[in-house]
């Protein structure tokens, strides 16, 4: 069985079974996972963005520090990167009720017209040290025993389960897990 295969037996299993939200607000820290990610930092800025009453996952950014005057997600940020004309980032997400974690390589660019910047997937990082935090992060969550799982392959709709409250088109393996 593959590690797609098993995320989706997971989901399925755990829709049977019940919710998670109140045990993970009551129960869980959200920085829990800190300690093994924080590891040579230099040159990135660590945004931790875990919030249970919103998602069943910790989130987190990992962003090339370019030295922004303004905090991150301000408007002032917004225009310094605009006017840099991106800005590099990781994009982890530990599932806090299953084994599994999707790691991402992304940028916010300056958009062709608007005032919001927009987000790309990225093969790789133009920024080295992203490059080498990026497999790190990788090698310390599967030495944790977390299994990497790809979201584009979990993005299929679980079968026979209800889904009260949901639209269908919202509901996939991987905003079950992550989400």
């Given at each position: ?11 399925n299993r755990s829709l049977k079974e ?162």
């Open positions: 069985m593959n590690n797609t295969e098993r995320a989706i037996n997971f989901v019940g919710d998670y939200g109140y045990v993970l607000r009551k129960y869980v820290k959200g920085n829990q996972w800190n300690s093994y990610l924080l590891n040579g930092m230099e040159g990135i800025v660590f945004k931790p963005m875990t919030s249970f009453e919103y998602t069943r996952c910790f989130s987190y950014y990992f962003i090339e520090d370019i030295q922004l005057e303004n905090s991150f997600f301000s408007d002032g940020a917004t225009r310094e990167i605009m006017e840099r004309g991106y800005i590099e980032f990781i994009n982890l997400q530990i599932s806090a009720i299953s084994p599994f974690f999707i790691i991402e390589k992304a940028q916010y660019q300056k958009p062709k017209e608007g005032i919001t910047l927009d987000i790309i997937d990225l093969t790789e990082f133009k920024n080295k040290k992203l490059e080498k935090k990026y497999t790190e992060l990788i090698e310390v969550l599967a030495e944790q025993k977390l299994i990497l799982v790809d979201r584009e392959e979990l993005k299929k709709v679980p079968l026979n389960i209800p889904l009260e409250d949901y639209e269908p088109e919202e509901v996939n393996y991987a905003s079950y897990l992550f989400e």
